[in-house]
């Protein structure tokens, strides 16, 4: 059974950087997307950005300008990082696996989803 | 920019059927996925491609999508169901996720 366990610092102050990591354990890595997705206080999701085995990446444009997300392939291993950090960052992150299927994009799809991580930004 | 709208509750009788659509621009023209989310709990995937069931899902659950409208139904709702419904589109390359919908059993 795969399972997606991540860890990282959850507790900001305003302007630092936000870092988490996620490791694949019991399953293929190479044969999917990786992507981070966060959920603000009651909203729903917000997808940041994504990532593949070989550091193939694609980010949110509205938060292109603050994030990097990088991998560790031989470790199985992605991870997230957001500069500047303000309070409206305060979320839900999740790392999550994307199939990336079919003739188009249009075709992927989120079908596996880490426990999150509560991320609060004090001022 | 693209934007998939929900309505933000539907309410349903134990044992009926509930409806929940997903609305956008020419939605039909692309593939919706639909994720349930209880709380306290991560998104979990029930609908992907219009109408696929990933292997596990009760086939309670289905899904269309023409014109501009998706809709995830849910047949023979159960108290379990209670959860909030998010539908998922492409803009491009970039993942859209719906407002949401807490689908309510009373």
């Known amino acids: 059974q795969v399972q997606l366990q991540q860890w990282g610092a959850g507790l900001l102050k305003a302007s630092e950087t936000l870092s988490l990591s996620c490791a694949v354990y019991g399953g293929s890595f190479s044969g999917y997307y990786w992507s981070w997705i966060r959920q603000l206080p009651g909203q729903g999701p917000e997808w940041i950005g994504e990532i593949n085995h070989s550091g193939s990446t694609n980010y949110n444009p509205s938060l292109q300008s603050r994030v990097t997300i990088s991998v560790d392939t031989p470790k199985k291993q992605f991870s997230l990082k957001v500069n500047l950090m303000t309070a409206a960052d305060t979320a839900m992150y999740y790392c999550?696996?994307?199939?990336?299927?079919?003739?188009?994009?249009?075709?992927?799809?989120?079908?596996?989803w880490g426990r999150g991580t509560l991320v609060t930004v004090s001022s | 920019s693209y934007e998939v709208t929900q309505p933000p509750s539907v309410s349903v009788s134990p044992g009926q059927t509930a409806s929940v659509t997903c609305s956008g621009d020419?939605?039909?023209?692309?593939?919706v996925s639909w994720y349930q989310q209880k709380p306290g709990q991560s998104p979990v995937l029930v609908i992907y491609?219009?109408?696929k069931r990933p292997s596990g899902v009760t086939e309670r659950f289905s899904g269309s999508n023409s014109g501009n409208t998706a809709t995830l139904t849910i047949s023979g709702t159960q108290t379990l169901d209670e959860a909030d419904y998010y539908c998922?589109?492409?803009?491009?390359?970039?993942?859209?996720f719906g407002t949401g919908t807490m689908v309510i059993v009373l």
């Open positions: 998922q589109a492409w803009d491009s390359t970039t993942a859209l």
């Open positions: 020419k939605l039909g023209d692309k593939y």
């Open positions: 999550v696996r994307e199939v990336a299927v079919g003739p188009g994009r249009d075709h992927w799809y989120f079908d596996l």
């Open positions: 491609q219009d109408n």
